[in-house]
């Protein structure tokens, strides 16, 4: 058996992350690990319906951004509230790009990682 289990982004201000994901998805955190020398903390953000998480990643020593190149890869979620997430979204000015004839948008997050919003279809 292979299944997905979580992915990762590396982000320079967790307590700012954690409080985008919560605010802009509805995601809040399952677990955490702290290394025991301060050098690192993980935070697990999942959706409640899935068993799979995002992991925030924070590196103490860590000062510039992060190079994410093109923005060339994204995570998805799908809703069945897209109209009411897009509105939300559109508050927090966090909406980076939009693609209107395939009815789709996207957010970024405080670290410039790019989250595509995807409408459930029948």
Known sequence: MIKFNHYNFNVL???RSVAFYD??????????????DGSFKLVFLGDGLTEFSLELTW???????????????HLAFLTDEFDALYAKHKEMGCICYEIPAMGIYFISDPDGYWIEIVPVRD
């Open 13 to 15: 201000d967790l307590e």
């Open 59 to 73: 590196l103490r020593d860590r000062k510039e951004p992060y190079n994410l190149g093109e923005c060339e890869f």
């Open 23 to 36: 605010a802009a998805l509805g995601l809040k955190p399952v677990r955490e690990k702290t290394a025991q």
